[in-house]
């Protein structure tokens, strides 16, 4: 009976995946037909018209892309790496590698790490994409600054990502990791889908809540050992 139970979950869950995916491409899609058919017919600006296009081709292309690697992910035979990495050194590297869209945001992205040397044991790619999609978001949303902090206990690794924009709207928190959800500023709504999806492949987890200064975000993962 569980596993009856389980399958027809399944099932719902894929439903709905489908009926949003449908939902998702269908409006730059539409665009794409629309803005083709002004051009051919010479009712507006071809320019423009093509700008367009291709901005919303440039969507659609990310939008594929986000979804075979978050269907890989989920996919059994997904192979993922076992190697020890240091934490530290894998945030600084994808804070570096944000810092054009941070400034591009007027956003100031400040480290505090506890020690250096934090190490978990995993996948430096898959843990670099999951920081690069959470720390993004919060560039997205910040007024000024996103504050990265990242400490160690016995058992695990707390990392925290924080924002001082507006936070979280009432019951957000819950939903922000669903695939298709997506905020007022959002883009696929798939990013931090596949971030929760990585850290619960690495056995840790992530949450999201309001602080008195914005949204934050909260991911652990299983502590290897610390170098002497």
Same mark, same amino acid.
């Given at each position: 009976?569980?596993?009856?139970?389980?399958?027809?979950?399944?099932?719902?869950?894929?439903?709905?995946?489908?009926?949003?995916?449908?939902?998702?491409?269908?409006?730059p899609i539409m665009s794409?037909?629309?803005?083709?058919?002004?051009?051919?017919?010479?009712?507006v600006d071809s320019r423009?018209?093509?700008?367009? =296009?291709?901005?919303?081709? +440039? *969507? @659609?292309?990310?939008?594929? %892309? #986000?979804?075979?690697?978050?269907? &890989? !992910? /989920?996919?059994?035979?997904?192979?993922?790496?076992?190697?020890?990495?240091?934490?530290?050194?894998? =945030?600084?590297?994808?804070? +570096? *590698? @944000?810092?054009?869209?941070? %400034? #591009?945001?007027?956003?100031?992205? &400040? !480290? /505090?790490?506890?020690?250096?040397?934090?190490?978990?044991?995993?996948?430096?790619?898959?843990?670099?994409?999951?920081?690069?999609?959470?720390?993004?978001?919060?560039?997205?949303?910040?007024?000024?600054?996103?504050?990265?902090?990242?400490?160690?206990?016995?058992?695990?690794?707390?990392?925290?990502?924080?924002?001082?924009?507006?936070?979280?709207?009432?019951?957000?928190?819950?939903?922000?990791?669903?695939?298709?959800?997506?905020?007022?500023?959002?883009?696929?709504?798939?990013?931090?889908?596949?971030?929760?999806?990585?850290?619960?492949?690495?056995?840790?987890?992530?949450?999201?809540?309001?602080?008195?200064?914005?949204?934050?975000?909260?991911?652990?993962?299983?502590?290897?050992?610390?170098?002497?």
């Open positions: 009976m569980i596993g009856v139970q389980k399958l027809d979950t399944h099932n719902k869950s894929q439903k709905i995946f489908l009926q949003n995916a449908s939902h998702e491409f269908r409006t794409i037909q629309c803005h083709a058919e002004g051009i051919l017919y010479g009712v423009e018209a093509a700008k367009i =296009i291709l901005e919303e081709s +440039k *969507r @659609l292309t990310h939008m594929v %892309e #986000e979804l075979l690697y978050l269907s &890989r !992910l /989920d996919a059994i035979e997904e192979i993922y790496t076992q190697d020890a990495i240091d934490i530290t050194e894998l =945030i600084r590297a994808t804070c +570096k *590698r @944000l810092s054009a869209i941070a %400034e #591009e945001n007027h956003t100031t992205i &400040r !480290l /505090d790490f506890e020690k250096e040397n934090l190490l978990v044991c995993g996948d430096s790619d898959k843990l670099e994409r999951c920081f690069s999609n959470v720390i993004t978001n919060c560039i997205r949303y910040a007024e000024s600054r996103v504050d990265i902090r990242a400490s160690g206990f016995p058992d695990k690794i707390r990392i925290t990502a924080s924002d001082d924009g507006p936070g979280f709207e009432e019951n957000e928190e819950k939903n922000i990791f669903n695939r298709f959800y997506k905020g007022k500023k959002g883009n696929t709504g798939l990013g931090l889908a596949i971030s929760k999806s990585i850290v619960e492949k690495h056995h840790g987890a992530i949450t999201a809540r309001n602080t008195p200064d914005g949204a934050q975000f909260i991911i652990e993962l299983p502590v290897v050992s610390n170098k002497k």
